[in-house]
């Protein structure tokens, strides 16, 4: 059984974990976690961490001794100095928090890149877990969608670099921008995308703890890891009765399935497939001509079989990349912001047209 850690950085963090308990135990309503077991035999210890009590609040499957509210009036506005200063203000208890929950085998910390308590408190824990920890650590990074403004973009490119920077065993990517194609407004987009990154997360645990047919562990899940330039995705496909299997694969890490934008046969570099469901559905010739395939193009592709009675099948995907293009699209977007809001500052201490306003009636009094 592996012992293992998910903590939830700021609102999008806290959502994603949401998800997560709600997919874990059953999603069976509001007092679910109350009365219900955890579906998964690994022993998942989950932490949500925000400087909103409001995001917290809002949490409806994660238990009340599991979200963790550090002080700061009003969150930390999109600004990630201020929220690493916090961050540093609130370590000891933060890092209590993780310490109090016992030993682990794996973490995964979930965070949006953009905003201000998740972008800024990301990359010092993750240096302060492996600093006192000898346990693989992996971000899970949202990405936020490109018209979202300036600061959410500079964010998004400095936090980054600096989560790569921690010392973590590897990113993987979601993306707002890519995934808005699953329609709907805001808001459901968010559901949407959080139950996607759920539901992946959760396939992955479960792999990571099975007993199969053909294996894949956590060793493995490694060495994908490991590979390419830090950064992954994951892709998904869960396919009806009639859909041959090799499709399933295809399905997975196609656009369709991917939580990121990339061609994984020209951007991979390794990966971890894992197949899931009813012996009826898995052929073994199928399945290993399609990975066959897979690794002519990405390199070295490790997998695994999940024999589940009755179950139709699942397709879970790892893959780390040896470029993204996508992400290089990103910075050149970012760079602009970054260039846009230092201009806009230096205009403002240039011309000070507020000031010259108000400097005009400076010494005068009203008349009545
Ligand atoms: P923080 O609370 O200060 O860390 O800030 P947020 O987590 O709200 O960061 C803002 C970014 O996260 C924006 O790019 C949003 O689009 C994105 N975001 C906020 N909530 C969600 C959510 O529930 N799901 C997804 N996928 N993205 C979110």
Known sequence: MLNILIVGNGQCGNRILDAINKEAFGGKG???????QQKYKSNVETIAINTAMNDLKEMRFTKAKDRVHIPHLHGVGANRNVGKHVFEENK?????QVEERGNFDIGFVITSASGGTGSSFTPPLIEELKRNYDFPIYAIVVLPFRE??????????????????????????????FLKQMGGDVQSAYNTI????????LFLIDALDSEMMMVTDLGDFKTVMSGGAGVATIGFYEADKGTPIKSAIQKAVSPSGLLFSTDVYKEGSRAMVIIK???????????ST????????????????????GETPQVLAVLTLEVAEELENLYSVAVDAIHQEREKKARVEEEKGIDKAFSQIEGLEPGY
Not at 30 to 36: D, G, H, Q, V
Not at 194 to 201: E, G, L, P, S
């Open 148 to 177: 979202e403004g300036t600061l959410y973009l500079q964010n998004a490119a400095f936090c980054l670099k600096d989560i790569r920077e921690s010392g973590v065993d590897g990113i993987i990517l979601a993306d707002n921008q």
């Open 290 to 309: 399609e990975v066959e395939k897979l690794s002519s193009s990405v390199g070295h592709v490790f997998k695994g079989i999940i024999v589940r009675k």
């Open 194 to 201: 959080n139950d996607m990154i759920a539901k992946r997360i």
């Open 92 to 96: 000891a208890n933060i890092m209590r």
């Open 277 to 287: 469901g009813d012996k009826s559905y898995l052929s073994i010739d199928e399945i």
């Open 30 to 36: 509001k007092l679910a976690k109350f009365y219900s």
